[in-house]
């Protein structure tokens, strides 16, 4: 059964509860897509009634598949009907699912089991079209739901941009460094066929994979020459810096990975931890190939770039020393192309890569079309 509804304007959640008090429903429970609940309400009933029709899992088939649904379940010598009903749109999408929970007690199943179970679900059918009325309460909570979580990934990703953007201006360079290793790193990624959730991580890490260098003093995080060993055992800290910076935060509690073990090597002799092998995690092993790769082939105040060939030589020789074998040589497949896009790509063009790929990966609410008009000389709003 499907269910078409219009968009309305928020109403009351007594209307829930009211609706408990006109028909034999002893809960209602309203969910977003992917099983999220966003409300419930209850009768005065046996707690065990409750939990029991909190602990029931329905099949998939209210998940997968665009029809009502319905389970039986015993408790205490007595039966209750749980039936689920999607809500669709106008547009035909599903936007989310109502559940009403029914009592049958001991003697009304003992004077006529099958009579009763069909007068029920005849209610329970009944009760859902009544409930069409507060559908567009419904539809308003959801997308009250949905908008408040938007908002909270889009200050994130906000906050994401400007961390980076800030170590990367302090550290002598421009933020474009940033923009590109982490087009560098998602583009590895994609072609290693890696999940889309382990891409966000990466996407996080290697923006900020520097972050630590803010609690590095400028006269060692600045120095245009060589640094000491001392400095260089100061300068080492910034990974746990960086660590520190975001451990409070845990939406970028995956970026961790990369921020803290970047500096690894394969062969054991990096730092901090001198992990070796696949024991240094895969985002790390992935941005290691891509962050060398960058400072070979960019120009900074103490260098010139790097040719694409002699660079690729470097990665080629440090392959299995400094770098994942097969990191390497997934990169070696796509390091000619990534090269040509970005040498000559302007700072605006980058930061537009830049919030493609936030669309692609985190869903944000401009849309790709949106996203391509957007003139990025000015500062990325989200």
């Known amino acids: 059964m499907q269910v078409a509804i219009d968009a309305g304007t928020l109403g009351q959640h007594d209307g829930l509860n009211r609706l408990l008090d ?85 003697e009304t199943l003992q004077a006529n089991r099958e009579q009763i179970r069909n007068g029920a679900l005849t209610a329970v059918a009944s009760v859902f079209l009544t409930a069409l009325l507060l559908y567009p309460l419904l539809l308003a909570m959801l997308r009250q739901s949905v908008g408040l979580s938007r908002r909270l990934l889009d200050s994130n990703l906000s906050l994401l941009q400007s ?20 087009y560098y790193a998602v583009a590895l990624a994609e072609a290693m066929g890696l999940p889309r959730k382990e891409i966000s991580i990466i996407v996080a890490g290697a923006f900020l994979h520097d972050i630590g260098k803010i609690g590095i003093p400028d006269q060692i995080l600045l120095k245009p020459g060589k640094l000491t060993p001392d400095e260089f055992e100061t300068m080492k800290t910034h990974v746990s810096l960086g660590v520190e910076i975001v451990a409070d935060n845990p939406w ?28 240094i995690p895969l985002p790390a092993r992935i941005f290691a190939v891509v962050d060398v790769f960058d400072a070979l082939t960019s120009q ?44 000559q790509a302007a700072d605006s063009e980058l930061r537009l890569r830049m919030r493609q790929i936030l ?5 944000t609410e401009t849309a790709p079309e949106e996203v391509a008009s957007v003139s990025c000389d000015t500062p990325p709003v989200y």
């Not at 921020?259 to 901090?272: A, K, M, Q, S």
């Not at 010139?304 to 390497?328: C, N, Q, T, W």
């Open 22 to 106: 006109r028909t034999r429903f002893i809960g209602i429970r309203v969910y977003r897509p992917g099983r999220v609940l966003i409300y419930e309400t209850w009768e005065d009933v046996p707690t065990a009634f409750i939990d029991a029709a909190r602990s029931h899992l329905h099949d998939r088939d209210w998940i997968e598949q665009v029809q009502s649904h319905r389970n039986w379940i015993e408790v205490e010598g007595e039966r209750l009907i749980q039936v689920v009903l999607p809500l669709i749109d106008k547009n035909g999408d599903v936007v989310g699912f109502l559940e009403g929970i029914s009592r049958l007690d001991k």
């Open 359 to 363: 669309f692609r990966y985190f869903k």
């Open 300 to 343: 900074r105040p103490y260098k010139k770039a790097m040719s694409l060939e002699y660079a690729l030589d470097i990665i080629r020789r440090d392959s299995g020393r400094h770098f994942d074998p097969a990191v390497v040589a997934a990169f070696m497949g796509i390091a000619f192309a990534l090269y040509v896009e970005t040498f």
């Open 163 to 182: 961390l980076g953007n800030a170590v990367a201006k302090r550290d002598s360079d421009t933020d474009t460094h940033n923009y590109r290793v982490t």
């Open 252 to 279: 970028l509690e995956g970026a961790g990975l990369t921020i803290r073990h970047h500096h690894e090597r394969f062969d054991g002799t990096g730092y901090p931890d001198g992990l070796q092998g696949n024991a």
